[in-house]
């Protein structure tokens, strides 16, 4: 089901460009041209069926925000609308806990409403942890910061910041106040934590007062992201999270590119050694390693065609993703595929294969007119004498038996 999100707009241009944004975002525009009619058709709704409000500050029967306020109250997150917007206007906006406010003055600002909608919704996976001594600011910055729907933690010192960043793996951003953290430095915790993240993986934005601005230049030469002059204006805090986010965001889809397989959308064998060679730096107990192929698939190219052959691929491939979401699966190339189990029991890795080869035996492919089955051989070793490059030469070779013995099963290790 759709988010709705509640338009209070009396202006029907405006309106109707908001409306056609909402639906092109997937959204389900609720419209009301006044507060009175909002607050009817609000009254038979809840909060958590909305995404947020977006609202008009000059309505005819609230002309100074008060519909604002009625949304506030109805905990719906707010974005403001104004026709013109004078500092003494913006003043009395930014002294409500609104997402953000814009101005009608072009057709601009409607792309930066599209923007900050998604970041809403986007927003809800990202967890920002704020690290400062004095409760009273981290609790304002986190008042802040759960407006855009982020995630957030708390921490009074970088001992407890590093603890809950090894719990917590949604973090992504680390917000540090340096002034009066106990023993370990905002300095100090920036460098540990540089060992382990770099920073496309994991933002830094520092926090010095106006009169330090020597430790914002020792910030970003130690590896922070960004830094903020305190005091600090709420707009340009968020600016600056918004940016990282989205860069962090922007980084990912390059990587995630570089890192799939072109036609079924898995990752693919270069980031699949990446992946398990960051498993074995912390040395798991147990590891094996499986080899997957489709037998007979040249015949399926050669009686149905290429086309055929790229569909197979493609649900085959979602089966793979499917059974596997849990470990490091990779289509290899061709119809070979692999999978790489960490600290996991030998039965446990051969269950998980052999659950994989019953339901790609009894699914039925259907492609134009044709119908016709699959079936896989796999190869599965447990043995690590000789790291991947060992394990992937004994999968192959049990393969090589899982095809001579009949296809359709599994060999492994005697």
Same mark, same amino acid.
């Given at each position: 089901?759709?988010?709705?999100?509640?338009?209070?707009?009396?202006?029907?241009?405006?309106?109707?460009?908001?409306?056609?944004?909402?639906?092109?975002?997937?959204?389900?525009?609720?419209?009301?041209?006044?507060?009175?009619?909002?607050?009817?058709?609000?009254?038979?709704?809840?909060?958590?069926?909305?995404?947020?409000?977006?609202?008009?500050?000059?309505?005819?029967?609230?002309?100074?925000?008060?519909?604002?306020?009625?949304?506030?109250?109805?905990?719906?997150?707010?974005?403001?609308?104004?026709?013109?917007?004078?500092?003494?206007?913006?003043?009395?906006?930014?002294?409500?806990?609104?997402?953000?406010?814009?101005?009608?003055?072009?057709?601009?600002?409607?792309?930066?409403?599209?923007?900050?909608?998604?970041?809403?919704?986007?927003?809800?996976?990202?967890?920002?942890?704020?690290?400062?001594?004095?409760?009273?600011?981290?609790?304002?910055?986190?008042?802040?910061?759960?407006?855009?729907?982020?995630?957030?933690?708390?921490?009074?010192?970088?001992?407890?910041?590093?603890?809950?960043?090894?719990?917590?793996?949604?973090?992504?951003?680390?917000?540090?106040?340096?002034?009066?953290?106990?023993?370990?430095?905002?300095?100090?915790?920036?460098?540990?934590?540089?060992?382990?993240?770099?920073?496309?993986?994991?933002?830094?934005?520092?926090?010095?007062?106006?009169?330090?601005?020597?430790?914002?230049?020792?910030?970003?030469?130690?590896?922070?992201?960004?830094?903020?002059?305190?005091?600090?204006?709420?707009?340009?805090?968020?600016?600056?999270?918004?940016?990282?986010?989205?860069?962090?965001?922007?980084?990912?889809?390059?990587?995630?590119?570089?890192?799939?397989?072109?036609?079924?959308?898995?990752?693919?064998?270069?980031?699949?050694?990446?992946?398990?060679?960051? =498993? $074995?730096?912390?040395?798991?107990? !147990?590891? &094996? %390693? +499986?080899?997957?192929?489709?037998?007979?698939? @040249?015949?399926?190219?050669?009686?149905?065609?290429?086309?055929?052959?790229?569909?197979?691929?493609?649900?085959?491939?979602?089966?793979?993703?499917?059974?596997?979401?849990?470990?490091?699966?990779?289509?290899?190339?061709?119809?070979?595929?692999?999978?790489?189990?960490?600290?996991?029991?030998?039965?446990?890795? =051969? $269950?998980?294969?052999?659950?994989? !080869?019953? &339901? %790609? +035996?009894?699914?039925?492919?259907?492609?134009? @007119?044709?119908?016709?089955?699959?079936?896989?051989?796999?190869?599965?070793?447990?043995?690590?004498?000789?790291?991947?490059?060992?394990?992937?030469?004994?999968?192959?070779?049990?393969?090589?038996?899982?095809?001579?013995?009949?296809?359709?099963?599994?060999?492994?290790?005697?």
């Amino acid at each position: 089901m759709p988010h709705n999100v509640l338009i209070i707009e009396d202006s029907l241009s405006s309106m109707k460009m908001m409306r056609d944004l909402l639906i092109k975002a997937k959204l389900n525009p609720i419209c009301a041209q006044n507060l009175t009619e909002a607050k009817y058709v609000f009254s038979s709704s809840s909060p958590e069926s909305f995404l947020c409000a977006i609202v008009d500050y000059d309505l005819p029967d609230a002309p100074r925000g008060q519909a604002i306020d009625f949304t506030l109250r109805s905990f719906l997150p707010t974005i403001v609308v104004a026709r013109h917007l004078d500092d003494d206007i913006r003043e009395v906006i930014l002294k409500k806990d609104i997402i953000d406010y814009i101005t009608k003055e072009n057709e601009q600002v409607y792309e930066y409403l599209s923007r900050l909608l998604s970041r809403l919704e986007k927003n809800k996976k990202v967890g920002v942890l704020v690290v400062d001594a004095l409760r009273a600011r981290r609790t304002a910055m986190v008042g802040l910061l759960r407006r855009h729907n982020f995630i957030t933690f708390e921490s009074a010192d970088a001992e407890h910041a590093l603890a809950t960043m090894q719990k917590f793996s949604i973090i992504k951003l680390l917000i540090v106040d340096d002034e009066g953290l106990p023993r370990v430095s905002g300095i100090e915790l920036l460098s540990l934590l540089r060992r382990e993240y770099k920073k496309e993986d994991l933002a830094f934005i520092g926090m010095t007062l106006l009169k330090k601005l020597g430790l914002s230049a020792r910030y970003i030469k130690s590896g922070a992201n960004d830094f903020l002059l305190k005091p600090y204006c709420h707009e340009e805090f968020f600016s600056r999270v918004m940016q990282h986010v989205e860069y962090m965001e922007n980084i990912e889809l390059i990587r995630r590119a570089a890192d799939s397989d072109f036609l079924t959308g898995l990752p693919n064998r270069r980031y699949f050694f990446e992946k398990v060679e960051t =498993h $074995q730096k912390h040395k798991p107990q !147990r590891q &094996a %390693l +499986a080899i997957l192929d489709i037998d007979h698939f @040249k015949a399926i190219n050669d009686t149905y065609g290429h086309d055929c052959g790229d569909y197979s691929l493609k649900e085959i491939a979602k089966l793979v993703a499917f059974h596997f979401a849990d470990f490091t699966a990779a289509r290899f190339g061709g119809e070979e595929f692999c999978v790489y189990f960490a600290n996991q029991d030998p039965s446990h890795a =051969h $269950q998980a294969l052999e659950q994989f !080869r019953t &339901a %790609l +035996a009894t699914k039925v492919f259907k492609f134009e @007119k044709n119908t016709f089955h699959c079936t896989v051989s796999i190869g599965l070793t447990h043995q690590t004498q000789n790291g991947i490059s060992g394990m992937i030469r004994l999968a192959d070779k049990h393969l090589y038996q899982a095809k001579n013995n009949g296809r359709n099963q599994i060999a492994t290790d005697s």
